[in-house]
């Protein structure tokens, strides 16, 4: 069974940063998609970043430029670097592991960028 343990999250002004972190257990984490998703009430959760297993990355349009995605497949491990955060970056942020047999998710960790 895939387990997926978020860490980084927290309150933070505008304009600072946050190092989200997504250790993933129980699988072979180099065969998975690894991504953060992000969801604030009411709305659809998001992508915001994603890796592929051979470090190609996407981005969604609103972070590009801030936020960068990484994976240590030594440690099993994703990060999510957050630059220049906005309020609007808000919300419970997820991480998602994905391959031909498997889409799984972490229990989330929270962002609150407000002054």
Same mark, same amino acid.
């Given at each position: 069974?895939v387990?997926?343990?978020e860490?980084?999250?927290?309150?933070?002004? =505008? @304009? &600072? !940063?946050?190092?989200?972190?997504?250790? $993933?257990? /129980?699988?072979?984490?180099?065969?998975?998609?690894?991504?953060?998703?992000?969801?604030?009430?009411?709305?659809?959760?998001e992508?915001?970043?994603?890796?592929? =297993? @051979? &470090? !190609?990355?996407n981005?969604?349009?609103? $972070?590009? /430029?801030?936020?960068t995605?990484?994976?240590?497949?030594?440690?099993?491990?994703?990060?999510?670097?957050?630059?220049?955060?906005?309020?609007?970056?808000?919300?419970?942020?997820?991480?998602?592991?994905?391959?031909?047999?498997?889409?799984?998710?972490g229990q989330g960790?929270k962002?609150?960028v407000?002054s």
């Amino acid at each position: 069974q895939v387990q997926l343990v978020e860490s980084g999250g927290g309150l933070v002004q =505008p @304009g &600072g !940063s946050l190092r989200l972190s997504c250790v $993933v257990s /129980g699988s072979i984490f180099r065969t998975y998609v690894m991504g953060w998703y992000r969801q604030v009430p009411g709305k659809p959760r998001e992508l915001v970043a994603s890796i592929t =297993p @051979g &470090g !190609s990355t996407n981005y969604a349009d609103s $972070v590009k /430029g801030r936020f960068t995605i990484s994976r240590d497949n030594a440690k099993s491990t994703m990060y999510l670097e957050m630059n220049g955060l906005k309020p609007e970056d808000t919300a419970v942020y997820y991480c998602n592991a994905r391959n031909t047999l498997r889409n799984s998710w972490g229990q989330g960790t929270k962002v609150t960028v407000s002054s």
